[in-house]
């Protein structure tokens, strides 16, 4: 089983402040760092870190095809990773004393994914292979169709949340990922069960992680919800902490493991990417995740 994932390679500009800039407010930073970073690329980080057979989808400027190597030393198929003309996608993030994060995003070569490249990278998939995307992309609903075509099962995680992913075929949606600021502004509701409500009217057939910060994570299903608490841990960076969760919680859920243990192993991965500065250079090992859980 591969996970074809869709996703954004972006350039992160990394700098430390004491706080967030204010309006008319100039601040020295304590440090900056140029790293690999992208909710997509992350995401295949983290899957491949957590022992899934992964390829990645996207175009990168040719200057920055650096930032590729370090995708495939990761364990990420790359095969179509494209080159473009066009600047890559980069962030500009602050990171506060706090651990907290601020990012401007802009979205240079993600937007040039077509659909001649998604029918490229879907040639050779099969029903027991699953796509995932996340909402720095283009082509966003012609993937959706082309992997529903083909039998295919879609996650869906839909940052960072604009207005334009309601207006997505989102009933192509096999498993949908979201924090609670996103599922707040996809169904106007902040309460989990009226999310839920809305989800059973609005997404048939569509199972629903929601992840609600320090308190953990819960599963939304037709049957059943499973909850699993976050864990402890004294935080200097959030960066990659949603995108560390998504690619570990995702593995074990397309393996078909124990739904509660696929919510504990990727809290625990989070959790661990949160005591470490940057983004894709946090996101722990399987090994290092079994570990932690084991002193739990």
Not at 12 to 19: A, E, M, T
Not at 34 to 45: E, T, V
Not at 206 to 221: F, H, M, N, P, Y
Request: contains cysteine.
């Amino acid at each position: 089983m591969t996970i074809i994932n869709f996703g954004s390679i972006n350039i992160d500009h990394v700098y430390q402040v004491p706080h967030f800039v204010q309006p008319g407010e100039t601040l020295a930073s304590n440090s900056y760092q140029k790293l690999l970073g992208g909710k997509g690329a992350n995401q295949s980080i983290a899957l491949a870190k957590a022992g899934s057979e992964v390829n990645h989808v996207g175009l990168i400027n040719e200057s920055d095809f650096a930032f590729k190597q370090t995708l495939i030393r990761e364990g990420v198929n790359c095969k179509y990773v494209k080159g473009s003309e066009v600047a890559s996608g980069h962030a500009i993030i602050q990171v506060s004393d706090s651990g907290e994060n601020s990012i401007v995003l802009f979205a240079g070569a993600n937007h040039e994914i077509d659909q001649a490249l998604v029918n490229q990278a879907l040639a050779d998939a099969t029903e027991e292979d699953w796509v995932l995307l996340q909402n720095e992309t283009s082509a966003i609903a012609e993937v959706m169709r082309s992997a529903k075509d083909k039998g295919m099962k879609v996650a869906f995680n839909p940052a960072p949340m604009t207005d334009s992913v309601k207006q997505l075929p989102l009933e192509l949606v096999d498993l949908l990922i979201v924090n609670e600021v996103e599922a707040e502004a996809l169904t106007g509701h902040t309460d989990l069960e009226e999310i839920e409500r809305y989800c059973q009217d609005n997404l048939d057939g569509c199972e629903v992680i929601v992840t609600l910060g320090s308190k953990g994570a819960q599963l939304l299903r037709a049957n059943e919800n499973v909850f699993a608490s976050a864990f402890k841990v004294d935080a200097v960076d959030t960066t990659a902490a949603g995108d560390t969760f998504i690619g570990f919680f995702l593995s074990a859920y397309v393996s078909g493991i124990d739904a509660e243990q696929c919510i504990k192993q990727a809290c625990a991965a989070s959790a661990i990417a949160v005591t470490r500065m940057g983004a894709a250079q946090s996101i722990p090992s399987q090994e290092e995740v079994h570990a932690f859980l084991a002193k739990q």
